[in-house]
């Protein structure tokens, strides 16, 4: 190990830790970003929908253990200022992670909504790009194939969740989001890369912003 690597882990300690957690939550919420924007079209269908779902639950248990970690790294006192800085940093960016994933909940249901899979609903929109196989789908929803329950309700209860839990985030942390200063031009990069860097060293370089 290069020298002055293992002070950076014990420095950053919970820091760190929750850095590792927030790089993972941003590919599991990024992952279902990727299937909430193929509803409606040519390779919508159940196994699609059930993937979203699946994707989605695992965010959602992601972001209850980051939440745990994080509201107890702050309640403890900090090894060193920078790790409360980092801390204070990560919370912004859990926020802003929360954010777009509850906007990616809205879309799914908006979209569920429009192009039902099941009988007697709206046939998903055919762009083109799909396979051999797509066509038969509508044939197989008409003769009484194998339909899902309804995804409205469930959707409804994954926003329901995810919205209480930036409610109670926004009342139990008092960290002003405008103390937190971004350090990147808009659009040179994303939250799990920044996560990524200081989970893998502790080096702060790279970062998209900074406790002022």
């Not at 909430?36 to 972001?63: C, I, K, Y």
């Not at 929109?125 to 469930?154: E, F, I, M």
């Amino acid at each position: 190990m290069a020298p002055g690597k293992g002070d950076a882990h014990r420095t950053w300690g919970a820091a760190g830790r929750c850095a590792a957690a927030q790089a993972t939550l941003c590919k599991a919420t990024a992952g279902h970003r990727q299937l909430v924007l193929q509803l409606g079209g040519s390779t919508d269908g159940p196994r699609l929908r059930e993937e979203r779902r699946r994707r989605s639950a695992e965010a959602r248990e992601l972001s209850t253990g980051l939440r745990c970690a994080l509201l107890a790294g702050l309640r403890q006192a900090p090894a060193s200022p920078e790790e409360r800085q980092e801390l204070e940093r990560l919370w912004v960016l859990f926020l802003s992670a929360l954010e777009l994933f509850l906007q990616d909940l809205r879309r799914a249901h908006h979209l569920c909504q429009l192009f039902s899979v099941q009988g007697g609903g709206a046939a998903p929109l055919r762009t083109g790009l799909g396979g051999p196989g797509l066509p038969g789908r509508k044939g197989s929803r008409q003769g009484g194939g194998s339909t899902q329950p309804p995804a409205a309700p469930r959707l409804e209860e994954e926003i329901e969740q995810v919205r209480a839990m930036l409610a109670e985030m926004e009342s139990r942390a008092n960290i002003p989001l405008w103390t937190v200063e971004a350090t990147q031009p808009a659009g040179t990069g994303g939250t799990a890369a920044p996560a990524a860097g200081a989970a893998r060293g502790g080096s702060r370089a790279g970062h998209c912003c900074r406790v002022l």
